[in-house]
């Protein structure tokens, strides 16, 4: 049994990977600034602390009082589209606050320091993606990832503090933050059709992701830091087979029972495709991809109907405007 802190814990993947910790008997403490979560999420046998990442001096009273041995680090804005409109925004919650973690850790000697980054820092690259790429990403959010990422490697080599890095991707499921119109295009077609609103998709919705539910992806992560092997190692994990937005669209709206209404507009600057290579964490974590997209779709849309639709919010602060999607841009301008 270790005392383990989990990073954004109130929000989507943070709270599965809380759970899958405490089903190994490990006491957990959440720290969840409930931006993009909910309390709600929150495991029961969980210890939450209303707080975020960028407060020190929380998050040093918080390391001195429970004298954590691992550090799961869900915590982020993984808006990867908006990011670039709040640089300042994305840089100092997926960054600077990941900073705070680090030096904590190194100085309090965590045993494994586990982040969650995202396939955001490969950019557009050669398919599929592989951790052996050299990444270069397109956004300030994979930017921001990476460079956590680049910090791990160089303190694990400079103070022997041990890391593991994840990179999913378009994941999706139950407890996702369906109201968040920026991010996670599952749980924004949900809401739309809850709400009796057409699907919006940018572009002509023939890009593919490949569609990764939340229980193929929460064990993987909560386990690595019993598999010796996985230590200092960076991961892909995620679904195999890349299906078309269009599809995702169609499969969605049969869950509800209802035509596929779309409405298309301008595309953004995304990669046309993204999806990964997942050999090495079969090799190594023994991780599968085991649920079919239609399955966990009916999994999720079960659980949207039961908690209703959410109001979409707009984000309070856009920094840049230039270029801004118009969609995007309802109460920022």
């Avoid at 550090?71 to 982020?76: G, I, K, N």
């Avoid at 921001?144 to 103070?159: G, I, N, P, T, Y």
Wanted: charged share 20%.
């Amino acid at each position: 049994m270790a005392n383990i802190l989990v990073t954004g814990g109130a929000g989507f993947i943070g709270s599965h990977v809380a759970d899958c910790l405490l089903e190994r008997n490990h006491r957990i403490v959440v720290l969840d600034d409930l931006s993009g979560g909910f309390e709600d999420n929150v495991p029961k046998r969980a210890t939450f602390v209303s707080g975020s990442i960028l407060d020190q001096a929380l998050l040093k009273k918080l390391y001195e009082e429970y004298a954590f041995d691992y550090v799961f680090h869900l915590a982020a804005y993984a808006a990867e589209g908006l990011s670039h409109f709040i640089k300042h925004f994305n840089y100092e919650n997926n960054l600077i606050g990941s900073i705070n973690l680090i030096n904590l850790s190194i100085n309090h000697r965590i045993k494994c320091f586990v982040f969650t980054s995202s396939i955001a820092v490969y950019g557009k690259t050669q398919l599929p993606m592989r951790e052996d790429m050299i990444p270069v990403p397109e956004d300030s959010y994979g930017i921001a990832k990476l460079a956590v990422e680049q910090d791990l490697k160089v303190s694990h080599d400079m103070f022997g503090m041990p890391y593991i890095i994840f990179r999913p991707h378009n994941v999706y499921g139950e407890r996702q933050n369906i109201g968040d119109k920026y991010r996670n295009v599952v749980g924004i077609f949900m809401n739309q059709m809850m709400q009796g609103q057409p699907m919006t998709i940018f572009g002509d919705g023939n890009q593919k992701r490949a569609f990764s539910y939340i229980s193929d992806v929460a064990p993987v992560i909560a386990g690595a830091i019993d598999v010796p092997a996985a230590y200092n190692q960076v991961f892909n994990v995620g679904a195999d087979i890349p299906y078309t937005v269009n599809y995702l669209a169609n499969e969605s709206a049969k869950m509800f029972g209802v035509a596929a209404n779309i409405k298309y507009l301008d595309r953004r600057n995304e990669a046309d495709e993204a999806y990964s290579d997942h050999e090495k964490a079969r090799r190594v974590l023994r991780a599968e991809s085991k649920t079919f997209l239609a399955e966990g779709l009916a999994r999720m849309a079960k659980w949207a109907k039961m908690h209703g639709a959410r109001k979409s919010k707009d984000f309070s602060n856009i920094e840049v405007l230039t270029n801004l999607p118009p969609s995007w841009a309802t109460s920022n301008k």
